[in-house]
């Protein structure tokens, strides 16, 4: 059974920092995309960036470029959403989610969830 687990949320001030952590367990192979969404109060959820797990490809949507960064531990079993210069258009609940094969930009295009964890930015 697939299962991933987030932690690393939290409140920070306007040009803050903050690292996710995405914890994957329970895939058989290493064909699977990981991506990082993120909602905020009376908005769709919207894609952040996504990663395909042999690190050939990694995309990060417009509004993140730049300040965000995905990324991979040893293991290849953690995914990370380093968060940079953060802007308080950046609140919300930030979800890690996986679908087998290549990435996807639309969230409903993903199988497997995280718990979500929040994410505050204030100035």
């Known amino acids: 059974q697939v299962q991933l687990v987030e932690s690393g949320g939290g409140s920070v001030q306007v040009g803050g920092s903050l690292r996710l952590s995405c914890a994957a367990s329970g895939y058989t192979s290493s064909n699977y995309c990981v991506g990082w969404f993120r909602q905020a109060p009376g908005k769709e959820r919207e894609v952040v960036g996504s990663i395909y797990r042999t690190g050939s490809s990694i995309n990060y949507a417009d509004s993140v470029k730049g300040r965000f960064t995905i990324s991979q531990g040893g293991a290849k079993n953690t995914l990370y959403l380093q968060m940079n210069s953060l802007k308080p258009e950046d609140t919300a609940i930030y979800y890690c989610?996986?679908?087998?094969?290549?990435?996807?930009?639309?969230?409903?295009?993903?199988?497997?969830w995280g718990q979500g964890t929040q994410v505050t930015v204030s100035s």
């Open positions: 989610a996986a679908r087998w094969g290549g990435c996807a930009e639309s969230w409903y295009q993903y199988n497997y």
